[in-house]
């Protein structure tokens, strides 16, 4: 049973992968701009969190946590490689490990830059970090109220 004291929890993470779900569809099938393989990594790894959090708010589970925190955690390992990559290439730094990015479209195009610095790359990182922290968090409130 979900406490009083965390009740927004699985709520906010179901928001946050929601948001990022029909922000990725919106850049590849509306804008038509094509992801690199290290997009569909996080694709892969956003996506579960979406049912894995809606199941906590339909059953009660309280130890949810435990399916979301890996695929945040690697979620935030590849968004993090990613934008590292591409702030490296785009910055005129010519990294010889390009990894998976010789493959199809390159993990390093320009495609938006709001600010100057906020990439596609970049607000996958934060959504993953704002999931990994938020499940850590329920993580911790569950172990205390037990």
């Given at each position: 049973m979900l406490?009083?004291?965390?009740?927004?929890?699985?709520?906010?993470?179901?928001?946050?992968?929601?948001s990022s779900m029909?922000?990725?569809?919106?850049?590849?099938e509306v804008l038509h701009l094509a992801p690199c393989v290290l997009c569909w990594y996080q694709r892969i790894t956003m996506y579960?969190?979406?049912?894995?959090?809606?199941?906590?708010?339909?059953r009660k589970d309280e130890k949810a946590y435990r399916?979301?925190?890996?695929?945040?955690?690697i979620g935030v390992v590849i968004a993090t490689y990613h934008s590292v990559?591409?702030?490296a290439v785009n910055w005129g730094i010519r990294p010889d490990w390009v990894g998976p990015c010789v493959a199809g479209v390159s993990c390093t195009t320009r495609y938006i830059e709001l600010l100057g610095?906020?990439?596609?790359p970049l607000l996958s990182l934060a959504a993953?970090?704002?999931?990994?922290?938020?499940?850590v968090?329920?993580?911790k409130l569950a172990k205390r109220a037990s």
């Open positions: 406490t009083k004291t965390k009740p927004y929890l699985y709520p906010l993470t179901f928001l946050i992968a929601m029909v922000g990725s569809l919106y850049f590849s579960p969190v979406i049912v894995l959090s809606l199941i906590p708010m339909l399916y979301i925190i890996p695929f945040a955690l990559l591409y702030y610095f906020i990439t596609i993953h970090l704002a999931i990994l922290c938020l499940a968090f329920s993580r």
